[in-house]
């Protein structure tokens, strides 16, 4: 089972763990070579960042990719490649760019994406089961955005359309889907994971997360 498989990789990765600016911050060392960074609050236990890099043919690692946590506004050439589209009569200044970035809570996955100022019966929130995706897009045409959920794809469960709801407000719109039972459980298992290990201080060990 892919759930089990997940679970597994996890614990048996390299770890270390360091406590620093009010965050737990832990890095992992798969087998495969793959590196995941993670911080969570030390009170609430809450994910605020998820961020992972591997190496490239040449045997070096390339630079860190967020999934999880805050994300530099996108500039107009990165657009397309992350399958946003502006419209060529509406383009936006640097600072008004759409930001996307995940936030996750403890119950569901969640999404935000700033400055769309449009009203919220101009949004579609779809999944698509064949691409395995969430799709965005606007009636008016202004923007449009496909996502994956990458929690599910290393777990392999299929998406559920019923898991997905978004609300918009403050030219923000917030985009959540329910996490299931599965992914509960292996986040459960991991935090029981994370509280065997012994976390150093700031100024003890350094961790590898930058």
Known sequence: MA???????????????LLQDG????????LDGKEMAEEYDIKTNELLLRKWRQKNALGSYGQWQTEVGELAP????????DHIKESSCNV???DQMPIFMRKDLKMSF???????????????VSVDQNERCCIVRTSNKKY???FSIPDMDRCQLPLDKSALSFTHANNTLIITYQKPKEILEVEEELQKELKKMNASKD?????KTQ
């Open 23 to 30: 965050r737990k911050k832990v890095h992992y060392l798969f």
């Open 203 to 207: 100024g003890d060990v350094e961790c």
């Open 144 to 146: 449009y955005k496909k």
């Open 3 to 17: 759930v089990a498989s997940w679970l597994e990789s996890l614990r048996a990765a390299k770890k270390t763990s």
């Open 74 to 81: 996108l500039s107009t050439s990165m657009l397309e490649l």
């Open 92 to 94: 936006c200044k640097a």
């Open 110 to 124: 969640q999404w935000r994406i700033r400055n769309l100022p449009y009203p919220v019966d101009v949004y579609d």
